[in-house]
């Protein structure tokens, strides 16, 4: 038997007709089988964005003129997660800014934060 023969999807198992380097015998098989193989890996992603979203949503809704000052305590109680962010901005002065996507915020004061939207500047 050549090996024409034996070239199989790695999804359904229909025989490959074709490419030498076919894997799939088409776009659906080859999603699928992708999709199964990241499946972990999405879900911690997806678990992860879930955090990130939900912290921006409690900078923005604390935050909804551009500037304010929260209590550590008022971020707590609405779930906010001090492990999870997308970046930190380092100023010239030397003040660092955690940011969630557009929502930062830094410790000004015993427990105290100033939140921030990101400007154009800012990258």
Do not use: W
Not at 14 to 20: M, T
Not at 37 to 63: H, M, T
Not at 69 to 82: D, R
């Amino acid at each position: 038997m050549n090996s024409q023969s034996k070239r199989q999807c790695l999804e359904c198992k229909e025989k490959l007709l074709g490419r030498k380097d076919q894997k799939f015998c088409c776009d659906y098989c080859r999603n699928t089988y992708n999709n199964k193989l990241n499946e972990d890996a999405n879900k911690a992603v997806r678990n992860i964005n879930r955090i990130l979203r939900k912290n921006r949503r409690i900078l923005s809704q604390l935050n909804p003129d551009g500037k304010a000052k929260v209590h550590l305590i008022q971020l707590a109680e609405l779930g906010f997660n001090f492990h999870y962010f997308t970046n930190v901005y380092t100023t010239k002065k030397g003040l660092q800014y955690v940011f969630c996507y557009d929502m930062g915020y830094r410790e000004i004061e015993d427990k105290e934060f100033l939140l921030v939207h990101k400007q154009e500047y800012v990258s």
